[in-house]
């Protein structure tokens, strides 16, 4: 009789096959990484430090027995939830090149529901929602199964004793392992594993006790404002506008990777050599944005407050921190201040405490053209809107001078079509770009491939350069102060670059223009790439020293 026949015989050839499916299960599971760059088969070769442990736990616990159930329910909950956090992790890494923070990420869950429907429907969107479920739901039932496996293996009273006295050994390793991962011990030897699964966790809890402490120094910075009681602010602007315009998307890798530097390098240069003909000032350099791929209010709110604000909990905290944005100051200083969102198609609440005047979402631009899949108006239709609705008249004689924060969207994703320069007179309501906004593969088939992904966006951002180029060109006779910037980098698999630096422009007259030679920036529309780059939260107090005559240490 050989083996196999005694097992089958004995009856233990079944319980053997299914802990070997048990432990293959959770081996898996445990190796599942939280990047897509770490998913190769080399994970495989890693071997998991906590599966001994599991192992052993429940091999010495009676099957039957409540505590057991527990240890198993115990389990079931944590791998499905750090492996749902592992998931969570892919999509943040992905777009926003870091893991996912359950204290401020959860209204990610909404804003990529509306990106995705807006993309590839509402349909699809929901089936793979659905799917995702559905499958955490199975991988829950999957590990409860594999840890009734385990715990069904009857170990003998010597086996059993051995087992006891090595779990708390495989624990101390796989401790040991964490604590070296995550550099808090240096250990003079190399585990042979990773406790990776464990880690993830861990590292989580470390995340949320470091934002709850970033969240409180946050608050105390919000209070302390140098020019809260200063006045005169912004008095050496005169009766200029200011115009602060955000292209979306546009960062550095625009202008420093060869796929699209090359055409964007020679788009600026273009637009510097008209706008030089036409006796304006420019000068370029680059910010640090305080996110990238997606979450563009962020920047918009660290700009204009002067805090650095990376994710929705400080955003609501600078919100309703009482802190004066810049458009408050320029309010109190003689400015109409106005926000131009063709974005904004729901409420907007967080406006309120911004600091404007008026608030022209994308209902009240006038647009009677079709949109561009989820951007709702090409950016020349924004400018010549803000143009009709906002600076119409001469500042100082027919109105106040103007303050605007403009968002133009064109190079939002899905970059799907693309809109062409038209000529300013014959935009009317918008309807003109009909025939282009119908043109093209849909989102859908484009975001099958990379490369074309890839190819959309260089257009987008091209024709936002453009668009900007021509309007600036189009104010030479009497041309505001534009602070033309982007709000962040697109995602890392469009940008190829994990850096949060973006472009900015300063154009205008040259007595607005040359004292941003003491930010180091330099002299045209391309930036030096050697120049040192400035954190976004640093723009408000530097840009109210500089045209405030009150001095003040920001």
């Known amino acids: 009789m050989t083996q196999a026949d005694a097992l089958r015989g004995s009856g233990l050839a079944r319980p053997a096959i299914g802990a070997a499916l048990a432990l293959a299960v959770l081996y898996l599971v445990l190796s599942l990484p939280n990047h897509p760059a770490a998913l190769t088969p080399g994970i495989l070769r890693v071997f998991p430090l906590e599966l001994p442990v599991i192992f052993v736990a429940l091999a010495i616990l009676p099957a039957a027995h409540g505590f057991t159930i527990a240890v198993r329910a115990a389990l079931v909950v944590f791998l499905t939830l750090v492996t749902a956090l592992k998931l969570a992790d892919f999509a943040t890494f992905s777009t926003y090149n870091r893991g996912f923070n359950p204290l401020v990420d959860l209204h ?32 829950a039932w999957l590990i409860w199964w594999a840890t009734g496996q ?3 293996l009857t170990l003998g009273p010597g086996l059993r004793r051995a087992a006891s006295l090595v779990m708390a050994p495989l624990a101390v390793i796989a401790g040991l392992e964490i604590a070296a991962a995550m550099r808090t011990i240096a250990l003079p030897f190399n585990v042979p594993g990773a406790a990776f699964t464990a880690r993830v966790a861990a590292e989580r809890v ?10 409180n120094a946050f608050r105390d910075a919000a209070h302390s404002d140098p020019f809260a009681d200063v006045t005169p602010l ?52 680059w910010l640090e944005a305080p996110i990238l791929g997606g979450q563009s209010w962020m920047s918009h709110t660290t700009l204009a407050t002067g805090l650095w604000t990376p994710d929705q909990r400080t955003y609501g905290a600078a919100l309703v921190s009482g802190r004066a944005s810049l458009f408050h100051l320029a309010q109190r200083h003689g400015f109409e201040t106005v926000a131009v969102m063709p974005a904004i198609t729901m409420d907007w609440p967080e406006a309120d405490f911004m600091g404007f005047d ?8 006038g647009y009677r053209g079709l949109p561009f899949n989820w951007v709702t108006m090409p950016d020349q239709f924004t400018l010549a809107a803000l143009d009709r609705l906002v600076r119409e008249g001469q500042p100082g004689l027919d109105r106040s001078p ?10 939002h994703a899905p970059w799907t079509p693309v809109p062409r320069l038209l000529g300013w007179d014959d ?4 309807q003109i770009f009909n025939a282009v906004a119908q043109s093209g593969d849909p989102p859908e088939v484009i975001w099958r491939d990379r490369e074309r992904v890839r190819s959309q966006f260089l257009k987008a951002i091209d024709y936002s350069l453009r668009t900007v180029g021509s309007y600036a060109a189009r104010q030479a006779a009497a041309p505001p102060l534009l602070i033309v910037l982007g709000d962040h980098q697109p995602a890392p698999f469009v940008s190829e670059d994990e850096g949060l630096a973006v472009p900015i422009h300063v154009i205008g007259p040259p007595e607005l223009v040359e004292p941003f030679a003491e930010w180091g920036w330099r002299t045209g529309l391309i930036p030096d790439p050697d120049a040192p780059t400035i954190a976004m939260d640093q723009f408000r107090n530097r840009f109210l020293t500089t045209f ?5 240490s920001p």
């Open 108 to 139: 990610l869950i909404p804003a990529a529901w509306n990106l995705a429907s807006g993309a590839v429907g509402a349909a699809l969107t929901g089936a793979g929602a659905a799917a995702l479920l559905v499958g955490i739901a199975f991988l």
């Open 402 to 411: 103007v303050f605007a924060q403009v968002a133009l969207i064109s190079s």
């Open 234 to 285: 912004l008095d050496r602007i005169g009766q200029r506008d200011v115009l602060l315009i955000y292209i979306e998307s546009y960062g550095a890798s625009s202008l420093t990777n060869p796929r699209y530097g090359e055409t964007h390098l020679q788009t600026l240069a273009g637009i510097e050599a008209e706008l030089d003909a036409k006796g304006l000032a420019m000068r370029s350099g």
């Open 206 to 215: 470390t995340m949320l006790s470091h934002t709850m402490e970033r969240l």
């Open 427 to 430: 935009i009317g309501d918008g």
């Open 548 to 552: 405030s005559s009150q001095s003040v």
């Open 358 to 365: 008026r608030v022209l979402a994308a209902d009240d631009l």
């Open 150 to 152: 385990l715990s069904r």
